[in-house]
C-alpha cells in the first residue's frame, strides 16, 4: 500500500525539474544528473557493475540519484525513495516515463498519483521487452485517451486542444506503418516501436492528463480485479488496452446513434456487484465508487452530447479506422501471429468490466459519462 505521508514528505524534500531529459543510454543519463563519487539507488537492473565501474557509490538507501529500469512497478518504488534525483528507463509503460502522473494500487483498486517530473528518460532502443504486441498496444491506447480528454474538456466547456490528438494519430498511423514493413523483424521492431515510446513521452510530459484517461483504461482495470479475485492470469496493460480500446471505440459509436434517457444509475446495486465480483473491500468500493451527478449536470452534459455529437462520431471513426490498421499489425507482432489472443479475454466478462469500468478507476471519461446516463446498468450482475 501507498505511503501518502512519505510520499508528501519526498516532494518537499526534493526539487521538480521544469523538463524531463530524455537521453539513448543509461549512462550518459546518469553523468547529465550526478558526478563521480555520487550514491547511486538502481532498481530492476540484473547487476550495478557498470555503475561502480563509471566510479559511482550503490545504496540500497538515500540516494543522490534513482535509476529505475523497467515499468510502473519499477518506477513506482524509485519514487517512493528518497533521492535527488530521478531517472527512468523503460522496458515497457514508455508513455509514462517523463510524466510527473503515475499509477499505482491500493489493496484492489488503482489509482493515479501525482509527483514530481523525472529528471531524465531512458529510451534504449536494445532494453524493450520481448512482447512488442503489448508496448503497440501502450501507443495505440493513447489515441482513445485524447478523445477521452476531449470528450471530458466539452463536458465542462473549457476549449479544445486538438494538436496533441492530432500528433497522436500521426504517430500511431506511421507507427502502423512502419511496423509493418517491418514484420518479423525483432530488430527493425524493436527499434521503431522505442522511438514511438519516446515521442509519446515527449505527448505525456505536455499533457498529464493523457496518462489512463480512457474508458479501455478504466475497463482494464476492472478486468485485472475480476482476473485476481478469481486467481486468473491477467495479460499485460499494453494488450488488454488493445482489446478493450476496440471494444469501448464501438461501444462510443453505438451509444451516441441510439443516445435516449434513462433512469439514473443505481449505486447500491454497483457497490454489491463490485464487492461479490471483484473481490473488492465493501468500505473501499463505497469509497471509489463515482457519485451520481446532480439533475442540472446531467441535463446539461446529455444536451452537449447531442450538440457536438456530430463530431465526436467523426473523431471515433477516424479512431476505428486507425485501430483496424493497427489490429492487423498488432496480432502479426506475436510469434503465432495472435493465436494467443483467443484465450487473453473472455469476452464473457467484457460487458460487465465495461460496466463497473467507471467505478473502479476515475476518469472524466465517455464511460463514466454513460454510467451517469444510466446507459452501462443493464450490464450490471
Request: hydrophobic share 40%; with cysteine.
Amino acid at each position: 500500500m501507498l505511503d501518502l505521508d512519505f510520499l508528501r514528505e519526498y516532494e518537499e524534500r526534493t526539487e521538480s525539474p521544469a523538463e524531463t531529459v530524455f537521453f539513448d543510454d543509461v549512462m550518459t543519463a546518469l553523468k547529465s544528473a550526478a558526478p563521480e563519487g555520487s550514491t547511486v539507488r538502481a532498481i530492476g537492473f540484473d547487476s550495478n557493475d557498470v555503475f561502480l565501474r563509471a566510479g559511482y557509490r550503490v545504496t540500497d538507501g538515500d540516494c543522490d540519484v534513482c535509476i529505475a529500469r523497467g515499468g510502473e512497478k519499477e518506477f513506482t518504488a524509485a519514487r517512493l525513495c528518497v533521492h535527488k534525483k530521478l531517472i527512468l528507463m523503460p522496458t515497457h509503460d514508455y508513455p509514462a516515463a517523463a510524466c510527473e502522473r503515475f499509477r499505482t494500487e491500493e489493496k484492489s483498486f488503482a489509482c493515479l498519483r501525482t509527483g514530481k517530473k523525472p529528471f531524465g528518460a531512458v529510451f534504449d532502443k536494445t532494453a524493450a521487452v520481448q512482447n512488442h504486441a503489448a508496448l503497440f498496444g501502450e501507443i495505440v491506447a493513447l489515441d482513445l485517451a485524447a478523445f477521452d480528454v476531449e470528450f471530458s474538456a466539452r463536458m465542462d466547456g473549457r476549449r479544445i486542444d486538438g494538436e496533441i490528438a492530432m500528433q497522436i494519430a500521426k504517430l500511431i498511423t506511421e507507427l502502423t506503418d512502419q511496423l509493418k514493413k517491418a514484420e518479423k523483424d525483432n530488430a527493425a521492431q524493436k527499434s521503431a516501436l522505442t522511438d514511438a515510446g519516446r515521442r509519446a513521452a515527449h505527448l505525456l510530459a505536455k499533457t498529464p492528463a493523457l496518462l489512463h484517461a480512457s474508458g479501455a483504461s478504466q475497463a482494464v482495470e476492472a478486468y485485472r480485479m475480476l482476473c485476481v479475485a478469481e486467481k486468473r492470469t491477467v495479460g499485460m496493460r499494453g494488450e488488454l488496452l488493445m482489446l478493450f480500446g476496440a471494444y469501448i471505440t464501438d461501444f462510443y459509436i453505438k451509444s451516441l446513434n441510439t443516445a435516449r434517457f434513462f433512469f439514473p444509475p443505481d449505486n447500491n446495486k454497483r457497490i454489491d456487484s463490485i464487492t461479490a465480483n471483484l473481490g473488492a473491500d465493501v468500505r473501499r468500493t463505497c469509497v471509489h465508487i463515482a457519485p451520481i451527478y446532480p439533475p442540472q449536470k446531467l441535463l446539461l452534459c446529455e444536451y452537449r452530447v447531442r450538440e457536438f455529437k456530430s463530431e465526436l462520431i467523426k473523431k471515433l471513426t477516424d479512431i476505428i479506422k486507425r485501430q483496424n490498421n493497427a489490429w492487423h499489425v498488432f496480432k502479426r507482432l506475436y510469434p503465432d501471429d495472435g493465436y494467443c489472443l483467443k484465450k487473453l479475454l473472455d469476452k464473457t466478462d467484457a460487458p460487465l468490466c465495461v460496466a463497473l469500468a467507471p467505478d473502479v478507476f476515475k476518469s472524466n471519461s465517455m464511460l463514466s459519462y454513460l454510467k451517469q446516463a444510466g446507459r452501462l446498468e443493464k450490464y450490471v450482475i
